[in-house]
């Protein structure tokens, strides 16, 4: 005869927080909460008795002085009266188009640099690699301040393109290279459809869109018929005409015309001016971070195994298809991630532009208006909060698009 | 019959047409000339393509680099002696390479020291790179930080010497009673550590740094390339152990841990470097006791340390995420505790997988040193754009200086990333 009894109930010990596992790990985190109060804790005392010594409060009340510098390069109206604020999104706007284009371009450059590293020709083969390796070994601020240097110093000034005798002439006389800048003619319309300039374009922008919708609508329309049939219809004067038809046709109306830089007095006036500094910084990281880039898409690309190709070949495609429809998409699977944190160091890289002058928001926020107004943890944290979010949205952005592409496991 | 068809067939051979060298197409130069550059319409023109472009380049480099004048002590005078040709003026890297590999305030009589400390650090750093050596030289190892913190600061021995009894005793303490109990040594030895650091400091009597064997050189003398690489070195080696921790604590079952370690690193992998510096130049000191000033260069320390333990946690993250669970699993079944299994089983695999991860966060951040020129430190970059290019002898000189920094760092970075390559193929162990 047997008795079953429950197990003697465990009364708890004190021995037991530290030695039984369950309990353990409470202990701990409760050790590293009360050491991490008492950091934050002296921290924080040790700040408000230096502010207190200095005299100092926290506050924003700054932003809304005026800024009393001026900007060169600015996507928004502003004026040396305009308010620190105001200078901060001017740097913000700036620290954007910079990331952009240079995203833009890096891509463009790492895409050709690594497709042409894994070429059959050995020269072109062994000048990529050579590429590669001199942008990928020497820091990016030294690229930075070399092309600036071009830019500022090797550049002839607009008093050489003066006179009969001028030593230097412009580009298809459109262009005119400077050491104060590129000037390039800047396109406006005649007789715009809207008042506004800004409405005017974002005309042009919708007809895109819609060119966009109708070529995506017409490639949907031909791959049913491929389908169905077997054959595939040629689409391709379709999509050119839907693509440029509209477009052109809303230029004619709206009369588009271009306004030339001209030499007025001692300087460039008219056209569009894009400043050294931004095309230092803009061209600097395209080539630095093409080169990662172009690591990026050969490993990518060499990740496919060959059977691939082989197993493609041995369907009866064709070369470029080959690429286009086997190759390139599953690569583009190993690519984008490691592109997504290039873009992410782009973003980041551009806060050296104020090594160059270029005013972007780490040269407005953290460079003149922290020198001005002494505020230098107001706006440290200010320019923080910028880059995290920043970096935060786009490798959202990033992801969301990856997991669209991403393999569809069962 | 077999014999008579054999013979009445014409044109099997009855002998063995003699041997002749390939046609000249085929073989040696012209053969890899036309299977490598010249095999389509494409590949020529490419080729065509890329031979002009570095024509282009050669040709202006070239005979610029080759007329250079070694020798003349201001840019007015190498003109002179260039007389229009065109040609470099390198006298500016002779003339003031000092300057750019110590700075321009380092004490000239002193540069043996940093010397010294570079060579050995040579000496420290090769058994760890290179495991054929023999162990014990890890011996010189532990001691180089305090030797070469003398070598470059001078000041009193005492100082490094209380420094390096203070981490002896700890290591001792953690030796006899981590065995029994991890938190114990580990929290102990933490404990006597800043017990022989504070007993050790009121031994060094009051300003024993003036007559001391070397002479004290303050931090802000520091400079060229010699700050570019102390700061690389500290800040990687000192990551290293953070960033392990880091990652541990982000793979941590305790929430509140856990938390911490993710915003730390989603944090400083957010921000861009120089923010961080600027904390360092302008903020940081807010955060420390009043009367206390810490000066700048270990405010940049601390600061790029934070940066690159965070980049170095998610490279060792990577490599804890890549080992199998069957590892955990069975360091679990053989009765090791945490502490245990990490040191004995995990750490030692996923190490050795994160390696080429660590060593491309070594190189950026080697690169990165750079950025402290923003915040007015002179070095290598610094001193360039600074006190040279501002001089009245070398004002316009930028090709040479900037020519000279870069190729510096590409010695360094290009070996360094060459290592990686040699220790992954020397590490891999699967079957390939």
């Known amino acids: 005869m047997s008795t079953l009894t429950d197990p003697p109930k465990e009364s708890f010990r004190l021995s037991m927080l530290i030695h039984d596992t369950r309990y353990r790990s409470l202990t701990f985190q409760a050790i590293a909460a009360v050491v991490l109060a008492l950091c934050i804790w002296y921290l924080g005392n040790n700040l408000i008795q230096n502010l207190r010594a200095a005299g100092l409060n926290i506050s924003y009340g700054f932003l809304a002085d005026p800024a009393g510098y001026d900007i060169n390069q600015r996507l928004v109206e502003y004026d040396s009266q305009s308010s620190h604020a105001r200078a901060a999104l001017v740097g913000v706007l700036n620290t954007l188009l910079v990331a952009v284009l240079a995203c833009i371009t890096a891509t463009i450059f790492g895409v050709i640099a690594g497709v042409l590293r894994l070429s059959q020709n050995w020269l072109v083969s062994k000048v990529m690699a050579v590429y590669v390796e001199i942008f990928r070994n020497i820091p990016v601020l030294i690229w930075i301040i070399i092309i600036f240097t071009i830019m500022t110093a090797v550049l002839p000034g607009p008093r050489e393109f003066r006179g009969d005798d001028a030593t230097s002439s412009m580009l298809f006389d459109a262009f005119a290279f400077t050491n104060r800048g590129i000037y390039t003619p800047a396109p406006y319309f005649e007789r715009g459809i809207f008042g506004s300039v800004t409405l005017n374009w974002l005309l042009v922008v919708a007809v895109l869109v819609g060119s966009f919708l109708g070529a995506r609508k017409i490639n949907t329309w031909a791959t049913a018929k491929q389908e169905a049939t077997g054959l595939r219809p040629n689409t391709l004067p379709i999509i050119l005409g839907v693509w440029l038809v509209p477009v052109l046709l809303l230029m004619l109306i709206m009369g588009l015309s271009w306004e030339m830089p001209e030499l007025k007095g001692f300087n460039f006036s008219g056209g569009i001016k894009i400043g050294g500094p931004l095309i230092a910084l803009w061209f600097a990281l395209s080539i630095y971070t093409g080169a990662f880039i172009a690591e990026n898409v050969r490993s990518g690309i060499q990740a496919i195994s060959k059977g691939q190709s082989e197993a493609a070949a041995a369907l009866g495609l064709r070369q470029g298809r080959i690429m286009n429809l086997v190759i390139l998409p599953q690569a583009l699977r190993v690519i984008i991630p490691p592109l997504i944190s290039q873009f992410l160091n782009i973003t980041k890289n551009s806060s050296l532009a104020i090594a160059v002058g270029y005013a972007d928001i780490t040269a407005t926020l953290g460079g003149i208006t922290l020198n001005q107004t002494g505020r230098a943890i107001e706006c440290v944290l200010l320019l923080m909060l910028f880059y995290l979010t920043a970096s935060l949205l786009i490798s959202m952005g990033m992801n969301i698009y990856n997991s669209s592409v991403k393999l569809k496991e069962r | ?432």
């Open chain 2, 1 to 432: 019959m077999t014999d008579q068809t054999q013979n009445s067939v014409a044109f099997v051979a009855e002998s063995i047409i003699p041997e002749s060298p390939p046609p000249a197409r085929e073989r040696g130069i012209v053969k890899w000339l036309r299977a490598n550059l010249f095999s389509n319409v494409t590949n020529s023109i490419l080729t065509l393509a890329t031979l002009w472009l570095l024509y282009l380049v050669l040709s202006s480099t070239l005979p610029w680099i080759f007329n250079g004048v070694w020798t003349t002590s201001s840019l007015n005078e190498c003109r002179e002696v260039l007389d229009g040709k065109v040609g470099a003026c390198f006298s500016v890297l002779t003339e003031r390479w000092n300057q750019l590999l110590y700075g321009f305030k380092y004490p000239y009589d002193s540069y043996w020291r940093p010397n010294l400390a570079l060579v050995l650090l040579l000496v420290a750093i090769a058994p760890v790179l290179f495991f054929d050596l023999p162990r014990k030289m890890l011996a010189f190892t532990v001691i180089y930080p305090f030797l070469a913190f003398w070598l470059i600061w001078g000041g009193t021995l005492m100082a490094p010497i209380v420094a390096f009894v203070g981490f002896a005793a700890a290591a001792a303490f953690f030796q006899h009673f981590g065995k029994g109990s991890f938190a114990l040594g580990f929290f102990g030895a933490i404990v006597v550590a800043f017990a022989v650091w504070i007993l050790g400091g009121m031994l060094i009597p009051e300003g024993a740094s003036e007559n001391a064997m070397l002479s004290p050189v303050p931090s802000r003398d520091l400079g060229g390339f010699m700050l570019n690489l102390m700061l690389g070195v500290t800040c990687v080696s000192l990551s290293l152990p953070l960033g392990i921790a880091l990652a541990l604590g982000r793979q941590s079952d305790m929430p509140l841990i856990k938390w911490v370690c993710v915003v730390f690193i989603e944090f400083v992998r957010g921000v861009p470097l120089i923010t961080l510096l600027f904390v360092a130049s302008v903020m940081l000191s807010y955060f420390f006791p009043p009367e206390s000033t810490v000066d700048l260069f270990l405010r940049v320390v601390i600061m790029i340390t934070m940066f690159s333990s965070a980049y170095i946690a998610e490279v060792i993250r990577g490599g804890l995420a890549a080992l199998p669970k069957g590892q955990y699993e069975a360091a679990d079944s053989l009765g090791l505790d945490y502490p245990q299994a990490m040191r004995l089983i995990i750490l030692p695999q996923a190490l050795k997988i994160s390696i080429p991860g660590i060593v491309n966060v070594a190189v950026g951040l080697f690169k990165d040193t750079t950025l402290v020129s923003v915040i007015s430190m002179f070095d290598l970059v610094g001193m360039i754009r600074g006190p040279i290019l501002a001089s009245t002898e070398w004002n316009g000189v930028y090709w040479e200086l900037l020519g000279a920094a870069a190729a510096l760092f590409f010695v360094v970075c290009y070996g360094i990333s060459q290592y990686s390559q040699w220790l992954e193929r020397r590490l891999a162990t699967d079957h390939r």
